[in-house]
Structure formats: structure tokens, C-alpha cells
């Protein structure tokens, strides 16, 4: 008669830490799985970067050359980096501000070949063999453009954070439409905001820049 405290039949009476042969059969074939889905996805990732068109840049930095306000600069970033985040990270150039990143605002507002642009929403990569200019370009120290004389002067600022964009967009409005109405301007400026509401201000500096009132 067996006694009541032997193991069960079939049932290990080993106790403690350690592997028994199951277990190591386990572990090792769970090794070999994910050693071939590992060569596996290896193997799809060569075929297709073969496969990829010319025009494709990979994701690593790359010596990125720009023209801003008349001058040449070489960055080095990721093709993902946009304009304004090299604008202020890699140049110190903060005018262009990161408010909403989501085109929205109008506070990074920059010219590119003439044309008012969000700076969040190009990437530095397609900017090359451009002509970019930042509100840091509307002046030199001694002398400022029309535009910020006339924000200036008409109290067109406020809190002033969203200011920069607003003199660059207006620059670029008066450039296409430079003897533009007060109707006309404030439908120019309607893609940039202000928190401040100072957009009367705005509107009338940037009027006395139009042409006929004696503004370049």
C-alpha cells in the first residue's frame, strides 16, 4: 500500500529553479522563430530599398543647403525636419514661430521665391535652390522694411508673438498687391491669427505701406 505523501504517478516531484527538458526545447525553438522572421524581414527590407525610386532620399541626415535671407547655409538633418525647425534650432533664426504646426496659425509665415509659406509645413529638403526670406531679412539693424514701421506705428503688435508672421505675410501681400484696398488686405491676411485681436491694427499699417499712401 503506498503511503499518502508519495508524488501522484506522472507527475514531477522536482522542485526549484532550473530548466527541465521541455523547457529548453521551448525556449530554443522560440529562438529559431524569431531568428528567421528577423532574417525574413531583412531580407524584404534589401529587396524593397532596391526597388525604390530615384527621387527617394533615406531616412539619415543629409547636407541640406539653403538661401536665406540672401545668405548660404549647409545643415545636416534628417530628410523629415521641416524649414522651421531649422530655422530655429540649427540657424537661431526665431522669428518664425512654433505655435500650432499644424498650418493653422500663420506664425511661421516665411517667403519662399516670392510667395508667402508655412515654414511647418515644408520640409528644409525641398527648400534647396530657393530663395527664402524670414522677418530677419526685412531689416538690418539700421534700417527695418516699410512693413514694421508701420506696425509700429499703428500699435499692430500686442503681445507680439504672433507679429513676425504677420509682417512677413503682409510683406509678401503688398509685393503682389501693393496698392491693395482695406477690404482687399484684410482678405490677403485671413490665413494668419491673433490671440490678441489686434487685427485692426494689422490692417492699417499694413494700408499706409500700400503704394499710394507712400510705402514701398
Known amino acids: 500500500m503506498r503511503d499518502a505523501s508519495d508524488s501522484t504517478q506522472g507527475t514531477s516531484s522536482r522542485s526549484g529553479p532550473g530548466f527541465n527538458r521541455r ?4 525556449g ?3 529562438a529559431v522563430a524569431a531568428s528567421a522572421v528577423a532574417t525574413a524581414v531583412e531580407e524584404t527590407v534589401a529587396q524593397d530599398k532596391d526597388k525604390l525610386p530615384a527621387n527617394v532620399v533615406p531616412a539619415k541626415p543629409v547636407p541640406v543647403k539653403l538661401e536665406i535671407n540672401g545668405k548660404a547655409h549647409t545643415v545636416t538633418v534628417e530628410p523629415r525636419v521641416t524649414l522651421l525647425d531649422v530655422l530655429r534650432n540649427d540657424l537661431n533664426l526665431t ?5 500650432c504646426t499644424t498650418t493653422n496659425c ?3 509665415t516665411v517667403i519662399i521665391d516670392g510667395k508667402p509659406v508655412l515654414a511647418c509645413a515644408r520640409m528644409a529638403v525641398e527648400c534647396q535652390g530657393k ?6 531679412g526685412l531689416g538690418d539693424g539700421k534700417d527695418v522694411d516699410d512693413v514694421v514701421k508701420c506696425f509700429v506705428k499703428h500699435d499692430a503688435t500686442q503681445c507680439g508673438y504672433c507679429t513676425p508672421g504677420f509682417v512677413v505675410a503682409t510683406r509678401a501681400f503688398l509685393n ?12 490677403g491676411l485671413g490665413g494668419n491669427l491673433c490671440r490678441c485681436g489686434t487685427y485692426d491694427g494689422v490692417a492699417h499699417a499694413a494700408l499706409e505701406c500700400a503704394s499710394k499712401k507712400g510705402g514701398k
Open 23 to 26: 523547457d529548453f526545447l521551448k
Open 28 to 30: 530554443s525553438g522560440a
Open 95 to 99: 522669428g518664425a514661430k512654433d505655435v
Open 106 to 108: 500663420g506664425a511661421c
Open 131 to 136: 530663395k527664402i526670406t524670414t522677418v530677419e
Open 176 to 187: 503682389s498687391k501693393p496698392n491693395a484696398t482695406l477690404e482687399e488686405i484684410r482678405k
